[in-house]
């Protein structure tokens, strides 16, 4: 095991929120839940369950199981994204949509990344369903609680280190790259590990971002600078309502957009939004203002994936 500092916390770009907020909220009159008349759109969530698609080695594939939760076909291996197959978290009330993929209509798990220890991306009780052997890539500091959790095959990152992964058509790389955001998972642990998001490369280049969670900031153009030429990246939406608090670790839905542009990426796929109630906008305000973002840059419709739960998108070797 590695010895890392005692706190990430040089690593933040912004200030984390304080009581001072909260009090300021509370003074507003502003709750971090949307209002009860908003509640009404929940039955006209896009939730659209299918099979996990069949796909070559060559083939990328994507499907939205839900909030961070994805399943990536890349390099004909199937990866798990902050696999969170609960129908209740904590601290957050239960899921409003169900999961994508019944977990018992997974393929078989090459690899599970997870980008920080928040409790809505890093489940204890849906990581006890894998096996232990399954390879866990994960933040910095993260590698205690994984392993105390039974799973052998763990690699911790820093940010701009990476892992390899061997596949049916050569290595994938997967490459730990930063993010706008934070960590804790209890009163005392606030930053004590990393965060951050994923680059994965197939071996014919294919290239994939996975952020995580994240605010907008300068990081999304030094993350293209060093890997140019991604194909899809997987941005939250969602959880951004009141902006005056949550602007440092959550993206707008145009922000998103921006985001992407600055990557350089082909195809956007949203996620972090639909599932749990985490803030105060609208349920269905996210993918609104998405699509109407995404118009506004001119960028070919089919390029933005904006998934229901459950279903899939591919972007077939060759294309």
């Known amino acids: 095991m590695r010895d890392w500092p005692a706190s990430f916390a040089d690593r933040l770009t912004s200030p984390l929120p304080g009581v001072t907020d909260f009090v300021r909220l509370a003074l507003r009159g502003q709750r971090l839940r949307p209002p009860a008349k908003a509640l009404a759109q929940i039955p006209d969530l896009p939730v659209a369950p299918g099979p996990v698609p069949e796909v070559g080695p060559a083939d990328l594939a994507l499907t939205w199981a839900g909030h961070a939760s994805c399943v990536l076909r890349i390099g004909g291996l199937t990866v798990l994204t902050d696999p969170v197959w609960s129908q209740r978290i904590v601290g957050t009330p239960e899921r409003i949509t169900p999961v994508g993929v019944p977990w018992e209509d997974l393929p078989h798990i090459d690899a599970v990344v997870i980008s920080h220890n928040h409790y809505d991306h890093l489940d204890s009780d849906t990581l006890r369903r894998l096996p232990r052997d399954t390879p866990l890539l994960v933040p910095a500091g993260l590698g205690a609680w994984s392993r105390r959790r039974g799973f052998t095959d763990v690699t911790e990152l820093d ?21 706008h955001h934070w960590s804790r998972r209890g009163l005392t642990d ?17 290239r994939v971002h996975f952020a995580g969670d994240t605010g907008y900031g300068h990081w999304f153009g030094e993350i293209g600078t060093r890997y140019p030429g991604i194909d899809l990246t997987i941005l ?15 993206t707008s839905p145009e922000e998103a957009v921006r985001a992407c542009e600055d990557l350089g990426a082909r195809i956007m796929a949203p996620m972090h939004w639909a599932t749990f109630l985490l803030s105060a906008e609208a349920p269905l305000e996210p993918l609104h203002r998405v699509r109407d973002a995404w118009a506004t840059t001119g960028r070919p419709r089919e390029d933005l994936w904006d998934l229901a739960i459950g279903a899939s998108a591919v972007l077939p070797a060759g294309a």
Do not use: K, N, Q
């Not at 280190?161 to 730990?176: T, Y």
């Not at 606030?190 to 294919?206: H, K, M, V």
């Open 236 to 250: 939250p939406i969602g959880a951004y309502e009141p902006r005056w608090m949550l602007a440092p670790v959550h």
């Open 159 to 179: 940010w701009w280190e990476a892992v390899e992964l061997p596949g049916p058509a050569g290595r994938v790389r997967c490459d730990f790259v930063p993010s």
């Open 190 to 206: 606030t930053c004590r590990t990393l965060w951050g998001g994923w680059i994965l490369t197939a071996p014919d280049g294919r």
